[in-house]
């Protein structure tokens, strides 16, 4: 019925068989923006965030995020992570968060380095909602990946 992977031939939703495919290091590294109000961008570089550690806070969330991205995306396939790494780095008034995950396996990484740069950026939000609602979350983004059957890609 369909040329889409994630459809078997009667249309329906289901999970790609990768058994067949060989192992190779796969890399992804993805990203997001939170706009961040005056109000915060002051408390954050005076360390006076109501909520305590911000940075180790978005970093474990977006961490943790990746590790369960097969819970959350219905499709994905668990993944052995080998790496991952959340950076937060305040530019101006905006934090730009950006996630990488690695693994060797059947299938990429995409999805998982998507989900902590997402989940970080969620997490940012929840830890400074008490000073400021006004931020936004904008530009989530794969910025590239590596390995398996369609090779490298970045934006």
């Known amino acids: 019925m369909s040329k889409l992977?994630?459809?078997?031939?009667?249309?329906?939703?289901?999970?790609?068989?990768?058994?067949?495919?060989?192992?190779?290091?796969?890399?992804?590294?993805?990203?997001?923006?939170?706009?961040?109000?005056?109000?915060?961008?002051?408390?954050?570089?005076?360390?006076?965030?109501?909520?305590?550690?911000?940075?180790?806070?978005?970093?474990?969330?977006?961490?943790q995020?990746?590790?369960k991205c097969s819970d959350l995306i219905p499709l994905c396939h668990p993944?052995?992570?080998?790496?991952?790494?959340?950076?937060?780095?305040?530019?101006?008034?905006?934090?730009?968060?950006?996630?990488?995950?690695?693994t060797t396996g059947k299938t990429g990484v995409e999805m998982e380095a998507l989900t902590a740069a997402s989940v970080a950026a969620l997490t940012v939000y929840d830890m400074c909602k008490g000073l400021d609602k006004g931020m936004i979350i904008r530009d989530t983004k794969l910025l590239e990946k590596s390995g398996g059957k369609s090779g490298d890609w970045s934006a």
């Open 79 to 102: 993944l052995p992570l080998s790496k991952i790494t959340v950076d937060i780095e305040l530019q101006g008034n905006s934090f730009l968060i950006t996630a990488l995950c690695k």
């Open 65 to 67: 995020a990746a590790k």
């Open 5 to 63: 992977t994630h459809l078997n031939p009667s249309g329906e939703a289901h999970m790609v068989d990768v058994s067949a495919k060989a192992d190779t290091l796969r890399t992804a590294i993805a990203q997001s923006q939170v706009e961040l109000t005056a109000a915060i961008v002051a408390a954050i570089t005076d360390d006076n965030l109501p909520k305590g550690d911000l940075y180790a806070t978005a970093r474990i969330a977006g961490i």
